[in-house]
């Protein structure tokens, strides 16, 4: 049966769940995402197929890259050119740009696909009705200036987890044209490819790992742990495939999420 991890490059229109449906019928598995992306964004996305679908907690949190272009001096409902213009603003000196960096509290956007009281922030937008939206506090690792051509400005972003880039585009008094997800962690958008089924354990690049006994892999398989020195989320192989996700603390692996044998 199949099962691992497929690296899709989403074109701009369909949901994320959209996506995940159409690879849960080509491949005939369940199938789910790890970090959604909004219908007007374009880019990586992660789904993972099959018992895989079980690791997306240990992809949720790594860092995102993205490219965006930004039209600095006009503010929307929505962070992005889908909204109605609420303020024309003063445009963002290069300075200002560039110094958007490190720690930042920012509003997530209307048009996202953060959850309000059950349902998606941009399904409710469409229908009219006005929600009160949270503020995230975001780390912007870095931020590089493409091409700074006021009012328009182009840049290539590496964010924290769970940072909304139409939320930049809006502290820096603008909206967001375009928007693409070019890297989720170590995976990257240019080796996407939807016919390729990644193996669980190549899901999991980010996590240290640990390479079982026979006999260690059957204690694991029945949830008992094995001495390790890790701590944290670790991934634990035998004979080169995933057998279960361990969490370490006090010299031991205690199995969290365990792979049925293959």
């Known amino acids: 049966m199949t099962n691992g991890l497929v690296l899709v490059d989403k ?12 690879l849960r019928g080509k491949y005939g598995v369940k199938a789910g995402h790890a970090g959604t992306l909004d ?26 890259r993205y ?3 930004i039209r600095l001096g006009l503010r929307t409902t929505t962070g992005d050119g ?13 300075e200002a740009v560039e110094g958007l960096e490190g720690d930042v509290e920012l509003v997530v956007p209307r048009a996202s696909a953060v959850k309000i ?57 603008g909206h967001c044209r375009t928007l693409r997800r070019t890297a989720v962690g170590p995976f990257r958008v240019e080796d996407a ?6 193996p669980p354990l190549a899901a999991l690049v980010s996590l240290p790992e640990r ?10 398989r029945h949830g008992r742990a094995v001495s390790g020195d890790e701590d944290g989320p670790v991934a634990l192989h035998f004979g080169g495939r995933l057998v279960a996700v361990a969490q370490g603390a006090g010299g031991e692996l205690r199995p969290e999420t365990v792979l049925p044998a293959q």
């Open 211 to 220: 390479e079982l006994t026979e006999e260690e892999t059957t204690l694991i």
């Open 117 to 173: 009281e059950g349902e998606r922030a941009y399904r409710l937008r469409r229908r009219g009705v006005a929600v009160q939206m949270p503020r995230r506090r975001s780390t912007i690792h870095s931020l590089r200036v493409r091409r700074y051509a006021p009012p328009l400005v182009e840049l290539d972003l590496h964010v924290s987890s769970g940072t909304y880039v139409r939320a930049i585009a809006d502290a820096l008094g």
């Open 193 to 198: 490819n939807e016919d390729v089924v990644l």
């Open 39 to 64: 219908p007007l964004a374009s880019g990586l996305l992660l789904v993972l197929l099959g018992a895989s679908t079980r690791l997306a907690r240990y992809l949720v949190g790594v860092d995102k």
């Open 11 to 22: 074109p701009v229109g369909p949901s994320s769940f959209d996506v995940v449906e159409r």
């Open 82 to 94: 889908e909204g109605d213009v609420i303020e024309e603003t003063e445009v963002a000196t290069l």
């Open 67 to 69: 490219e965006t272009e």
